[in-house]
């Protein structure tokens, strides 16, 4: 099992910037690829971003892209996602996954651990 634990997120105005964290415990040699997920109020989850083990391979969403940055630190089991630029319409509750198969997904389905989720709200 891999647990994880998100946090850093909070309330910050348009044009700011917030960095989410994401610390894996437990079987973490299972957490082949990690992304970034998150849910706005009413809405279905949606793919945020996704790296593979060594970093060397991401994949984001268009509607991210060139705004926010996924990394990972696998000697502190931590994995990051530098926002900037926040816009209002990026407001939801952030999630961080582990695949044990996939190194980069953009599917829900190819990921078999999830956190709790962490607050985002940016205001206008």
């Known amino acids: 099992q891999v647990q994880l634990v998100e946090s850093g997120g909070e309330l910050v105005q348009a044009g700011g910037s917030l960095r989410l964290s994401c610390a894996a415990s437990?079987?973490?040699?299972?957490?082949?690829?990690m992304g970034w997920f998150r849910q706005a109020p009413g809405k279905e989850r949606e793919f945020v971003a996704a790296?593979?083990?060594?970093?060397?391979?991401?994949a984001y969403a268009d509607s991210v892209k060139g705004r926010f940055t996924i990394s990972r630190d696998n000697a502190k089991n931590t994995m990051y996602l530098q926002m900037n630029s926040l816009k209002p319409e990026d407001t939801a509750v952030y999630y961080c996954?582990?695949?044990?198969?996939?190194?980069?997904?953009?599917?829900?389905?190819?990921?078999?651990?999830w956190g709790q989720g962490t607050q985002v709200t940016v205001s206008s």
């Open positions: 437990g079987r973490t040699d299972r957490s082949v690829g």
């Open positions: 790296i593979s083990w060594g970093g060397s391979t991401t």
């Open positions: 996954a582990a695949s044990s198969v996939y190194s980069v997904s953009y599917r829900e389905s190819a990921y078999d651990y």
